[in-house]
């Protein structure tokens, strides 16, 4: 006897391995690994600096970061690297034109604008463009 699809129909018994098959590879991991989540990904950063801003100590321009990471953890990173003061700002641009919004996640621009898979961020301690 058939197995009863969503209608209430009986499923002719030729089809129920095919069905119970996809059924199957819909819900469960293929054998040959799955994709990283958002948490595991990890995205190459370049930070440059643009205008007055300080070069970073020990001239480390590229950072490996989680994708999920936010314009404002890198912006208290840099701060942390640059040594400034609390009551100095940073700002940060992508393609040397706009500055991306606090809550975007590094992702979410490398989507956008990676180039050579790699995301180019320039920072400085004034505004600089737009």
């Known amino acids: 006897m058939g197995d009863s699809n969503q209608e209430g129909q009986e499923t002719p018994p030729e089809q129920q391995p095919q069905q119970q098959q996809q059924n199957q590879s819909q819900h469960q991991p293929t054998q040959q690994g799955k994709a990283p989540s958002p948490d595991e990904t ?17 001239n480390k321009t590229k950072w490996l970061v ?52 790699k995301l180019v961020l320039y920072y400085a301690t004034t505004q600089a463009w737009g």
């Open 42 to 58: 990890k995205i190459e950063i370049f930070l440059k600096n643009t205008g007055n801003a300080p070069v970073i100590k020990n």
């Open 66 to 117: 989680k994708a999920s990471t936010k314009v404002s953890e890198v912006a208290k990173l840099l701060i942390k690297l640059l040594n400034l003061d609390s009551n100095q700002s940073i700002f940060i641009y992508v393609n040397q034109s706009f500055a991306p919004a606090l809550d975007q996640t590094v992702q979410n621009l490398f989507d956008c604008y990676e180039c050579d898979k």
